[in-house]
């Protein structure tokens, strides 16, 4: 039996919508917004009456019959902590997401609300699947130093268990049955410890870790403590120089991979240094992670946009190697891992989880 998939993945100025069947792409659209749609909203919450009725304007022009499909599938984001898995979208969802009972306001958040109302609309089904809140954490990994802050569980686990069940299957085994450190190396850079599929510990992909092309990572505790009470800077600059302005851009200008690869390729000692130091400290933490699992380790596995610089992966390769295979899957590619966790609670695969 095949089964037919409806993906949802809101970005900041328009929503991606994707149809699958089964794993076959059916059509790849975007319902684009110009930034003057949304002048008047006050919060990513004004904007859903705008996304909505383009979406349904866009199903229309395309002449897609949502009735023929199975399930409705849309990104999860940033929702109270939650096991990883695929969840019924339900109306306690909708109203945490309208109370703002979320750990961040994001765009993303509208997925789940778009998804639930088409579902109504059309009779179907509608899922959210490995949130950016995932938590798998075990009690260790909580801890901070500083019992006024907790670590948090923010991070890529869609697409990072994604990869993780591409190397299963490439290495023959099943997902549940690894120890996996698993590296997204996109903007932001997640580092995970999964064992047995269970992500026990990772780096919040906003505030820890390595440097990535747009973001610090971790920073020097009372360094930055100086640099917040100098006056050079306020909350709201500083939280841009640490989460769009920081890692690779705040040294060279820019974190477009091919640009920096090319200034490599032209012999700029700079981009070159700089490639090394962020893929030196994803090595770092590839090895802590191991650490979480005893060395252990099944699997490195690799993926997201900068899972294409071979630079930094051959630099990341030859320091890691040691510690178990290094597996590579560049990209990050939501609407297809969306609809496999679709496919795998439709065909009976994983259970449907209950967000409550």
């Not at 801890?143 to 948090?152: K, T, V």
């Not at 769009?244 to 070159?272: Q, R, V």
Request: charged fraction near 25%.
């Amino acid at each position: 039996m095949s089964y037919k998939l409806f993906i949802i993945n809101p970005g900041s100025t328009s929503t991606k919508l994707a149809g699958y069947e089964d794993e076959k792409l059916l059509f790849n659209l975007s319902a684009q917004h110009d930034k003057e749609e949304f002048k008047n909203c006050s919060s990513y919450l004004d904007e859903y009456p705008i996304r909505y009725k383009k979406i349904l304007d866009l199903i229309k022009e395309k002449n897609i019959n949502l009735n023929e499909y199975s399930a409705i599938i849309s990104r999860g984001g940033p929702f109270k902590p939650l096991p990883g898995g695929v969840y019924k979208i339900n109306k306690t969802l909708i109203e945490d997401i309208d109370s703002g009972n979320v750990q961040s306001p994001h765009v993303s958040l509208l997925s789940s609300k778009i998804a639930y109302n088409l579902a109504k609309q059309y009779s179907i089904p509608a899922y959210f699947a490995d949130p950016v809140s995932t938590d798998e954490y075990w009690e260790y990994s909580r801890f901070s130093g500083m019992p006024e802050i907790n670590r948090l569980s923010l991070w890529h686990a869609l697409n990072c268990k994604a990869a993780g069940r591409l190397a299963a299957k490439e290495m023959g085994k099943k997902f549940e049955d690894l120890n996996l450190v698993i590296a997204h190396l996109g903007g932001g850079v997640t580092v995970a410890a999964l064992q047995k599929g269970r992500a026990v510990d990772t780096t919040n992909a906003n505030s820890e870790g390595a440097m990535s092309p747009e973001r610090t990572g971790t920073l020097p505790a009372l360094e930055l403590l100086n640099l917040c009470f100098s006056g050079k800077y306020d909350k709201k600059e500083l939280m841009k120089k640490i989460l769009k302005e920081g890692g690779l851009f705040a040294y060279l200008g820019t974190s477009d991979g091919k640009k920096i690869e090319d200034k490599i390729a032209s012999g700029d000692e700079k981009s070159k240094l700089m490639l090394e130091v962020m893929a030196y400290q994803v090595c770092k933490e590839i090895g802590a992670y191991s650490a979480v699992l005893k060395g252990k380790v099944d699997a490195i596995v690799i993926t997201g946009g900068f899972a294409r610089c071979e630079p930094l992966i051959n630099f990341i390769n030859d320091h890691v190697s040691f510690i178990a295979p290094v597996k590579i899957y560049p990209g990050e590619d939501e609407a297809l891992a969306l609809a496999q966790a679709g496919l795998r609670v439709l065909r009976g695969e994983e259970k449907i989880m209950i967000y409550k």
